[in-house]
């Protein structure tokens, strides 16, 4: 089954709504990154955040190792935050590098 | 800071065509990745590097051959370039599990 399971896979919001994105894990963990892109944009690195919790503006990112789970809150979201955000694991086990899911969508309509 | 470059940003090639991907780093990391990103789903490994002349195979590895001839660079071929090869190929850098990502190069195959 799929290592890395990301929840929702869309979201719609109005701007100023807050949103969480899940991302949980069934592997190991040797550290996982939040990545947001924009259509037909490049990645971007959010948070590398292996444990515990950082903020970046109206980011905020948590990692429970022992739930397997981390997430990424969107506080009182801007249009400018459409996109897609993906979360990835590192894992050395079996030789896979660096597992990603498959991404939410999230779209903010002013 | 470091910086990956991808050349080119753009490549339209040949059904049948042999074609080649480039990517540099600056960081001097020693692992480095190259996936694809199709639309609607999500990012695939084709082949990683853990050191020069180190090549380990992803999932998606068949239909392409990589080079890690120097610490800073490697590269991508297409071996024989199919419709179903239109997709954007991501180089990146990780050092300790924290990924960094270039832009990307768009490939259509005509």
């Known amino acids: 089954g799929q290592q890395v399971q990301q929840s929702p896979a869309s979201l719609v919001l109005q701007e100023g709504e807050n949103a969480e994105l899940q991302c949980n894990f069934s592997?190991?963990?040797?550290?996982m990154q939040w990545f947001y892109q924009r259509p037909g944009g490049s990645l971007v690195s959010l948070f590398y955040n292996p444990s515990g919790t950082k903020h970046s503006g109206r980011l905020t990112s948590t990692t429970v190792i022992k739930e397997r789970r981390s997430s990424l809150h969107i506080s009182s979201s801007q249009t400018t935050d459409s996109g897609t955000y993906l979360c990835a694991l590192a894992t050395y086990q079996g030789g896979r590098a660096l597992i990603f899911g498959t991404g939410t969508t999230v779209s903010v309509s002013p | 800071g470091g910086i990956i470059t991808q050349t080119p940003k753009f490549l339209i090639g040949q059904e049948g065509q042999k074609l080649t991907l480039k990517c540099q780093q600056n960081?001097?990391?020693?692992?480095m990745y190259w996936y694809r990103q199709d639309s609607g789903k999500g990012l695939r490994l084709i082949y990683y590097s853990i050191t020069e002349n180190d090549l380990q195979k992803g999932d998606l590895s068949e239909g392409y051959d990589a080079s890690r001839e120097k610490k800073s660079s490697f590269s991508l071929t297409v071996t024989s370039a199919q419709k179903n090869e239109m997709a954007v190929f991501l180089c990146?850098?990780?050092?300790?599990?924290?990924?960094?990502f270039g832009k990307g190069t768009r490939l259509t195959v005509v």
């Open positions: 592997t190991s963990l040797n550290s």
């Open positions: 960081f001097n990391h020693d692992t």
């Open positions: 990146a850098s990780s050092i300790e599990g924290q990924v960094f």
